[in-house]
């Protein structure tokens, strides 16, 4: 492995899991999951999702097909040496209860041999990262933190080695739903920085939208229905299953994933006393805008300078077709 790569390829072909029991959790699963991007694997319970993420660093091991990262077959691998190059965070984190903050997030560079100057640096360093202050929770112990800032520390432990992927099972449900946005939130803005191949299982499509950039759905046997960006999935489900997984109200989480269509803005002519958005934006901020403001189109701006007019019927337009002009309207 090139050692400047901080983000790495997974490829699943055919992957294959059946429990000693007979269940087959995974029937045959083939997936390339891009380096740097954050793939999300969402279907209903019992699907099979976390067996897929768990053969991924093998806690558990397939029982047919083939499992590369970076071009390597993982089976071949010294399992615990596997695991030290990928990171794992849980629902409930699993930290350490009677070691502090620190030494949790040291945890991996320990066993790595790191020395232990570079250990204190990499702990601070990704303590900053998360958004805890390493001077005021460093020394702390887990009980001592709230349920997200748990979280962000199990983030950071994960991270501490610099593994090539991230794997991510559940890792912001047990806590409650405004934690949970803004950990959301958080990790978007991390995932900027560190550009990791994460792979986040989720039964929740609102997680899925927000964080993936690819979005697979699963139905029993992790049987791939759909695996695309938010936007298209949003836009044109596969099938009747994704189209009732992702819900009714698919045209409003579409809102979110999708920008301001550019090419339907139609001049300001002039001033206007419409409210102003800026071009960047995506229509379900231009949508609140109208809303909060009471009108029925905002100007967009780029840089301050108006690019044009959007309209509430734009807004309906583009969801409709996306990517195509709106009709001429007479
Ligand atoms: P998900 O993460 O989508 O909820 P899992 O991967 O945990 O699904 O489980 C997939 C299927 O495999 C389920 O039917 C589950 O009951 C079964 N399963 C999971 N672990 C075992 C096991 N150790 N032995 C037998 N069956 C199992």
Redesign the pocket.
Known sequence: MDGTRTAAPINLERIR?Q????????DSLTMDLAAGETTV?I????????????MINRL?EPTGGTIRVDGVEVSGQDAAKLRRSIGYVIQNVGLFPHQTIRTNVGTVPRLLGWPKARIGERTDELLTLVGLEPERYGNRYPHELSGGQRQRVGVARALAADPVVLLM?EPFSAVDPIVRTRLQDEFRRLQETVRKTVVL?T?DIDEAVRLGDRIAV?S???HLQQFAPPAELLAAPANDFVREFVGGDRGIKLLAVTPIPRERLTPTGGPSKAPVVAADATLQEALAVMLREGSNSVVVTSNGTPEGVLTADDIVATLAAPGKPAPAVE
């Open positions: 899991k429990y000693p029991d007979g269940t087959v959790a995974v694997l279907g209903p319970s019992g699907c099979g999702k976390s067996t897929v993420l768990r558990i099972d299982v039964h699963l029993e046997h992790a």
